[in-house]
């Protein structure tokens, strides 16, 4: 079922945004370091590659509608930055721009955001909306092949730890704001398509019924 899960996702690319009736840019500039970087640039290793890298589908994974509990550095119930690694072997090795711990069945409050550095967030805190909102198509990587048309605030503020339980606090604009955005409401056990207006939300319905038909076809 994975490997035909693998052939069908659509990665939440950049240039999703020729696609929206708003499109907007991603902020270049200056970006702090969180003092966790690493070269995104670089093949992934074969070990890398051969971990078991699959993701459930969002039907089947109920971890999607719960809310995960803060990541305690004090007693870590797993090595923080050993998940923060798989976490971002996984948006190299499938090119996508984010995805939650949950999304993979790990009861963690995490996600990592693919970004010039790479952020991989705990315990992120949403401080300041914008007032100002964009139209965007938004894919996931727990629903592949479905995008929904969805509007969300241009800018936010946001704190959160690295994977040493440094705190942070940043600004994000456009596309990383975007994708911030999407991972947050994973930990909230809140899905993309349920922020859509009631239109696309049936219409996602739809296509995603399509998608599992498909796939159960293939497996045949
Ligand atoms: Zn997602």
Wanted: hydrophobic content about 40%; charged content about 25%.
């Amino acid at each position: 079922m994975n490997e035909h899960h693998d052939k069908i996702v659509i990665k939440f690319e950049d240039n999703d945004t020729s696609t929206t009736s708003n499109p907007i840019q991603v902020s270049t500039a200056a970006p702090e370091t969180t003092g966790f970087v690493i070269d995104t640039q670089a093949p992934a290793k074969i070990d890398e590659l051969t971990e078991d890298l699959s993701i459930p589908f969002g039907h089947q994974n109920a971890m999607l509608d719960d809310v995960m509990p803060d990541f305690d550095f004090a007693n870590p119930a797993t090595d923080p930055v050993k998940l923060a690694h798989k976490l971002i072997n996984i948006v190299r090795v499938k090119k996508a721009l984010g995805i939650s711990a949950n999304q993979l069945g790990l009861p963690y409050r995490v996600f990592v955001m693919q970004s010039d550095p790479v952020f991989v967030c705990f315990n992120p805190v949403v401080t300041y909306y914008s007032d100002d909102g964009a139209v965007l198509d938004e894919a996931c990587l727990s629903w592949p092949g479905v995008g929904v048309k969805i509007k969300r605030p241009v800018s936010i503020r946001v704190r959160f730890k690295d994977p040493y339980g440094n705190a942070c606090t940043k600004q994000f604009t456009g596309m990383a704001a975007r994708v911030f955005q999407h991972e947050f409401d994973h930990l909230n056990g809140i899905r993309y398509y349920d922020r859509a207006v009631p239109f696309h939300k049936e219409r996602f319905k739809k296509n995603w019924k399509k998608v599992v038909r498909f796939i159960k076809n293939r497996a045949k």
